[in-house]
Nanobody, 123 residues
Framework: QGQLVESGGGLVQAGGSLRLSCAAS????????MGWFRQAPGKEREFVAA???????PYYKDSVKGRFTISRDNAKTVYLQMNSLKPEDTAVYFC?????????????????WGQGTQVTVSS
């Protein structure tokens, strides 16, 4: 069984930046698309960004385009660079992995989930 472990969350002022990391533990995710979701208090979990395995094509939620960048450096680590953060970006951010990117982007049902890392943006 593989696990995904997020890190890099924290408290930042509006307009600031954070870089989230997601590392695979116990296995690699060769051939897997990887992505990020978030869940704010009282709201449903929502898709934020994803990246394919084959050619590193990125996908983004409209409200984060131009501010967030997803990247991966191998089959074990994926990153989410978050710039120009807004208070509405406050949420628990979850890493995810699935062999099919549409399971992340469209269905929200990836096979693997991380435990989440808190991001708080103060105004």
């Amino acid at each position: 069984q593989g696990q995904l472990v997020e890190s890099g969350g924290g408290l930042v002022q509006a307009g600031g930046s954070l870089r989230l990391s997601c590392a695979a533990s116990g296995r690699t995710f060769v051939g897997y698309a990887m992505g990020w979701f978030r869940q704010a208090p009282g709201k449903e979990r929502e898709f934020v960004a994803a990246i394919t395995w084959s050619d590193n094509t990125p996908y983004y939620k409209d409200s984060v385009k131009g501010r967030f960048t997803i990247s991966r450096d191998n089959a074990k680590t994926v990153y989410l660079q978050m710039n120009s953060l807004k208070p509405e970006d406050t949420a628990v951010y979850f890493c995810a992995a699935d062999r099919q990117v549409h399971s992340i982007v469209l269905l929200g049902t990836p096979d693997y989930w991380g435990q989440g890392t808190q991001v708080t943006v103060s105004s």
